[in-house]
Antibody, heavy 121, light 108 residues
Framework: EVQLVESGGGLVQPGRSLRLSCAAS????????LHWVRQAPGKGLEWVSG????????DYSDSVKGRFTISRDNAKKSLYLEMNTLSAEDTALYYC??????????????WGQGTLVVVSS | SALTQPASVSGSPGQSITISCTGT?????????VSWYQHRPGKAPKLIIY???NRPSGVSNRFSGSKSGNTASLTISGLQADDEADYYC?????????FGGGTQVTVL
């Protein structure tokens, strides 16, 4: 069974940093692209970032580009999101999502339960 | 910018409803990579359609997808109370994934 477990969320002050992690199990981790998707309170889903199986292809939404960094460690079966210069607009539930294949096309066939990030002073 | 979906759609049990998702020639119009998700409150989103019209294993055949030009559509036939949820479309847009704003489906 595919399992994605996010961690690292919490309350953080504006301008500070936070690192999210996603621990994966139940599938050959290094065969699949992975993504971060978030949902702000009362808002819709928003794609944040994606990374291919070998980390050669990755990208970010305009709202986080230059502030967030996605990475993965295939040996540890883990996905990460380093978030810098956080603002209130980054407050959201952050989901880790698995792509159906090795390249990312936006077909997320498994999701974690999310980790909540609250940016507030 | 996000793909455009109606904010809400409703229907009676047994009816069919269709949710539209309008993009541009740079996303929906350029790639057959549209997917749809069902999202219930407090739950993780669930993939119900990928590659415009394909259903993952285990997804009811009451869900179907299509695309014409820059607009994709999700049809739910034989509407059931359990279908009440938010539905989101996505499209690939040159190394990025774009979500629609979401559509709340209400079963009357």
């Amino acid at each position: 069974e595919v399992q994605l477990v996010e961690s690292g969320g919490g309350l953080v002050q504006p301008g500070r940093s936070l690192r999210l992690s996603c621990a994966a199990s139940g599938f050959p981790f290094d065969d699949y692209a992975l993504h971060w998707v978030r949902q702000a309170p009362g808002k819709g889903l928003e794609w944040v970032s994606g990374i291919s199986w070998n980390s050669n292809t990755l990208d970010y939404s305009d709202s986080v580009k230059g502030r967030f960094t996605i990475s993965r460690d295939n040996a540890k079966k883990s996905l990460y999101l380093e978030m810098n210069t956080l603002s209130a607009e980054d407050t959201a539930l952050y989901y880790c999502a698995k792509e159906m294949g090795s390249n990312y096309l936006g077909w997320f066939d498994s999701w974690g339960q999310g980790t909540l990030v609250v940016v507030s002073s | 910018s996000a793909l455009t979906q109606p904010a809400s759609v409703s229907g009676s049990p047994g009816q069919s409803i269709t949710i539209s998702c309008t993009g541009t020639s740079s996303d929906i119009g350029d790639y057959d990579f549209v997917s749809w998700y069902q999202h219930r409150p407090g739950k993780a989103p669930k993939l119900i359609i990928y590659a415009v019209s394909n259903r993952p294993s285990g997804v009811s055949n009451r869900f179907s997808g299509s695309k014409s030009g820059n607009t994709a559509s999700l049809t739910i036939s034989g509407l059931q109370a359990d279908d009440e949820a938010d539905y989101y479309c996505t499209s690939y847009r040159g190394l990025r994934v774009i979500f629609g704003g979401g559509t709340q489906v209400t079963v009357l």
